[in-house]
Each structure stands twice: as C-alpha cells, then as structure tokens.
C-alpha cells in the first residue's frame, strides 16, 4: 500500500518561508485526498490544510489561508506544503496524511495513512 514520507522540514526565521513535500511510494496519491496536519509542543494535532482527490479542492484552517498553499504534482506522487510569513506559533512537527476517496477533511481520524512528520521551527 502506499506510503508518506515528509521532507522539507527546518528552522526558519519568522517571516520566511519553506516548502513541505509528502512523497508516496508503493503508488500514487490517485484516489486520495491529503491532508497536512501539525502538532506543536504539549498541543493537540490540528488541520492545517487539504486537497481533495476529485476536483482538487483546497481548504485552510483560518489562520494560515493567504499564507500556506497545498498543491500536487502531475504525476500524483507528492504534494507540497507552500508555507509563506512564517510566524513562531507555526512551530509544529508536520505530518501528511492520505485519506481513499476523501474530500479533504479535517478530520484526522478519517485519514488512514500518515507520514512519520517533520519539525518546523519559526524563531522570532
């Protein structure tokens, strides 16, 4: 079965930017919404973003829309995490997460596969 695997993950400035890639193996993401979840220390793991599998609708939580952008590529097998003006409460290990024939919930119990996260750190 397919399986995640982040990348992209490091220390950056407030205000900068980094780009997350979830990459599958053994398959494609076809069929799949993904989404993108985070956990930052002593938190609860919360959504941050999805695109959908049929249409390929995105939604945000609140307080990343007109920063974060999620997107895939052509041939299915990543998706990205486009994260601008970085601010230190985005400070999270990031996971992606695949849920067969999903819309992009917020749920993350719908989602059955995830990725083993990868920290980002936003200084002040």
């Known amino acids: 079965q397919v399986q995640l695997a982040e990348s992209g993950g490091g220390l950056v400035q407030a205000g900068g930017s980094l780009r997350l890639s979830c990459a599958a193996s053994?398959?494609?993401?076809?069929?799949?919404?993904v989404g993108w979840f985070r956990q930052g220390p002593g938190k609860e793991r919360e959504f941050v973003a999805a695109?959908?599998?049929?249409?390929?609708?995105?939604s945000y939580r609140d307080s990343v829309k007109g920063r974060f952008t999620i997107s895939r590529d052509n041939a299915k097998t990543t998706v990205y995490l486009q994260m601008n003006i970085l601010k230190p409460e985005d400070t999270a290990v990031y996971f992606c997460?695949?849920?067969?024939?999903?819309?992009?919930?917020?749920?993350?119990?719908?989602?059955?596969?995830w990725g083993q996260g990868t920290q980002v750190a936003v200084s002040s």
């Open positions: 997460a695949g849920d067969l024939y999903g819309s992009g919930s917020s749920d993350p119990s719908l989602y059955r596969i």
């Open positions: 695109i959908s599998w049929a249409g390929g609708r995105t």
């Open positions: 053994g398959g494609t993401f076809t069929g799949y919404a």
